[in-house]
């Protein structure tokens, strides 16, 4: 088995495989773009392709040695580097191994290859230390680093890779792909689309796992604060265990639902129309004043997860839902 290459990276995949038929593949590779559009996957398939002995045109056989090794999950030219958990950094040590990895062993005769995800979990030391293995890779390395937030990249790191830029597929191409992987009628992966700004596998990821039952209960207990049927104590509790920055994504989508509306004047909410009545009457209570404020802080409290400055999440939660609970009051 080789990781999926999606039909909308086809292009990216060609200039690639151009270039490394010319044997003229740089030591570093910036895979940049929005999350869940398939970076990752690009990077492993590529990956599999310059680790194996004997491929077959562009893919790996999937039979030699190394790729049986590969598939084994113990190719020792394979290093895969990311942080130790969610919002965490990719620390100055796991950098220091990977030199170390790479100045002490032997390759297995063909290329060795690193990938890291998210590239932007960098912080100042150990995107210090990267910088080393940047300007002396060795032969035949190859880095890939897997960037959904170049800004938050350090210009030096930048500057010495190849960048590849990943758009996010129309939506045309994203949902006949998410439609027929998932065996679902056209309408309901749109709707999934629409729930990840039309990245395909986050639209994945959202049916098969757990995350879908998470929108669900974040839904209903929006619903019941505004009803005062749960505290905000309560509520930050039980979202303090899921996906933040998700949850955050999902609030914000809420209320560009409820300032379209107002200003469109329209009945139907075009990302969540699940939640219809309750947006209906936020739409006609809530002043835009409120909105707006609500919507700034969502941003401040996204950038400060995604700087990974450690947040107490509950208190996060609590000041959000107390703002979000405050929509339908008068004062
Ligand atoms: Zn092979």
Redesign the pocket.
Known sequence: MSAELYPWFERQWQRLIAQQQADRLPHALLLSGPAGVGKYDFAERLANLLL????LGSA?????H??ELRQAGHHPDLIRIGPEGVGKPIKVDQVRTLIDHLHSTAQQGGYRVVIMEPAEALNTSSANALLKILEEPGDRTLLLLVCHQPGQLMATIRSRCQRIDFATPSPADASAWLAETLGLEADRAEQLLRLCHGAPLRARQLYEGDLLEQRKKLMTGLADLLRDRVSVTDLALQMSKFDLLQCLDWLNSLLSDIVRMQLAGLSEPAVNPDMKRMLQALAKQASSIKIFALADRIQEERVSLMLRQNPNRQLLLERLLLQWSGLARKT
Do not use: I, N, T
């Open positions: 194996c002995h004997a491929p790996p056989c999937g039979q030699c190394s790729c």
